[in-house]
C-alpha cells in the first residue's frame, strides 16, 4: 500500500461521530472506500461503499475485509454500558474482525482504543506510553481486550497494529 490512493480502506462504525468525521476527510483520497455500520451511512461519493451489519458475524466481517488493505476499526460500544451490550460490540466483534482481517490478507490495522484503558487522570497530567493498563469501566476493559488482540496479531501474524488511545 505504498501509493495512497490505490489504497482500499474500511472504516467500521462509519455511522457514528468519529466515522462520519473520517468518512469526510478520506472521501475521494483511496481506491476504495468501504463504510461498515449497524447504522445506515449516507452521502456516498464515487468509489465508496457501504455495509450495513454487525460485525460479530463472521460472515459479515469476511464481507467487509474483503478486497481491503486497511481497516480503521471504530464499531463498537463508544462509552460505558452493561456487559450484554459490550461483550458482542466490543470484544466478540473485534475478535471475528481482526480474524475476518487476517484470513483475507489485510496487512494493517488501526484500532480505537481509549484513554479508559488506563483509568481516570487529571487533565493536566502527563501519561507515558509505557503507562500500566488501569481500565476504569467495561468500556475500558474491552478496549484493552482490543489493545492484547491487537499486539497477539502483530507477533503472532506479523500484522500492522496502530491502538490510538
Known amino acids: 500500500m505504498s501509493d495512497p490512493q490505490s489504497a482500499r480502506v474500511l472504516i467500521t462504525g462509519a455511522a457514528g461521530g468519529i466515522g462520519r468525521c473520517l468518512h469526510r476527510a478520506f472521501s475521494r483520497r ?3 472506500l468501504r463504510l461498515a455500520d449497524r447504522a445506515p451511512v449516507t452521502a456516498l461519493a464515487a468509489a465508496e461503499q457501504t455495509l450495513l451489519g454487525d460485525l460479530s458475524d463472521p460472515a459479515i466481517a469476511a464481507e467487509a475485509v474483503r478486497g481491503i488493505d486497511c481497516v480503521v476499526h471504530l464499531a463498537g460500544v463508544p462509552k ?4 450484554d451490550a459490550i461483550l458482542p460490540h466490543n470484544i466478540i466483534g473485534t475478535l471475528v474482525l481482526f480474524e475476518a482481517a487476517r484470513a483475507a490478507g489485510v496487512r494493517r490495522i488501526v484500532f480505537a482504543s481509549s484513554n479508559h484503558t488506563i483509568g481516570y487522570r487529571a487533565s493536566d497530567e502527563v501519561v507515558g506510553i509505557d503507562e500500566p493498563v488501569r481500565p476504569d469501566s467495561r468500556y475500558g476493559v474491552s478496549k484493552v481486550f482490543g489493545e492484547a488482540l491487537g499486539r497477539m496479531y502483530v507477533d503472532k501474524y506479523a500484522m500492522t497494529v496502530a491502538c490510538l488511545r
Open 80 to 83: 460505558e454500558a452493561a456487559w
Open 30 to 32: 483511496y481506491a476504495l
